[in-house]
């Protein structure tokens, strides 16, 4: 048989998965995995996606339809205080495709990019799809897992390093950066002359007061901010593949050319749903988060009070634990977990070497669900311990 491709082979086989699988093919296990809200579509764009059902049969811009990415400058404008034009953006399926986009067209074979670890599991497989050189920051449980520019200026070479990638609210991590840590990485990037991929997935799912700030916001970082947003987490669109990535106008002008050869452009029925949902404001996401919150805080505590220590996370809606009580190893763990207290949690190692001995639990998992999980797992972790 004809091999695969080296790139491809040297992919990391990715633990969640096989647990996305299992969950979908066993119901009776409670899965804790998905990066998904568990919400419907906002019932005024499931009305508008059938009024739209005739009208979308044809190809979209690449960059995307120029009413949505007007839109998108206006929510900039106003949600992240970025200002910028529609030229500066290209709407994408999704922002992992505006990820891998932005990979291309900004790291030769070799440049160095720096990222997070623990960092979500998308990152660093795309950057090693094209041949990057990923260079790695340790986010440190003791710091809340924020990310210390000092690591970050220690980590830049002068000669190799172009882009430092930051996600924040994080996945897995649920950390949210301060505005004093942004100010201290955008420092570093001018002086480096190094873009910051700024992902910014979770913008809108903050806790206890917690402040999201875009980094293109703050002065001088028009040419060095590349911003990744998304409909998946704040209006519940993952399944309709919609993104886009905001930056300076060559990167922009870069970008679209390579998207003509991935996917052409994202789905036209997915931007004029965005577009109408971007226009319905962010009502529909307060009302997700705090139905997040409840869930925050019945998990955390429980988790904690079973042994598996996790930060309260001010965003994002995962938990990131602790259970070295348990065992060292998060895939025999997770494993176990499954098939004995039918709870499935996704491997601290899927997300970084430095994420080992711990399991992200997700709680965009219907409280209940959430509730009889714990049950599950509360007897299962006591003769764990003993084991
Ligand atoms: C941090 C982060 N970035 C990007 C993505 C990809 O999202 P999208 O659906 O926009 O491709 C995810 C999905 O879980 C994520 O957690």
Known sequence: MVELSEREQELPDLEIDKLLEIAVEHPEIISLGPGEPDFELHPSLVAHTKRLAHKVNHYAPPGGFKELREEICKKLKKGNKIKVSPDNVVVTCGSQEALMLATACCLDVSEQIILPDPGFMGFLPTFELFNANP?????????????????????????????????SPANPTGNVLSKKILEELAD?????????????????????????????????MEDYAVTFQTFSKSYAMCGHRLGYVVCNEDLAEAIKKTHILSTICAPSISQLIGLKALKMGDRHAKQMVKEYDRRRNLIVPALNEMGISCPMPKGAFYAFGNIRQFDDNSKRFCNKMIKEAKVAAVPGIDFGTVGEGHARFSFATDYKLIQKALKRMEPWLKKYRKR
């Not at 790695?136 to 990310?147: C, Q, S, T």
């Not at 980590?155 to 996600?167: G, Q």
């Not at 570093?188 to 293109?216: N, P, W």
């Open 188 to 220: 570093i990037a001018v002086e480096h002359d190094l873009y910051i991929f700024s992902d910014e997935a979770y913008e809108h799912i903050l806790y206890d007061g917690a402040k999201h700030y875009s980094i293109a916001s703050f002065n001088g």
């Open 135 to 167: 260079r790695f920051v340790e986010l440190k449980e003791e710091d809340d897992y924020a990310v210390n520019p000092d690591a970050v200026k220690k980590a830049v070479n002068r000669k190799k390093t172009k882009v430092l990638l930051i996600n």
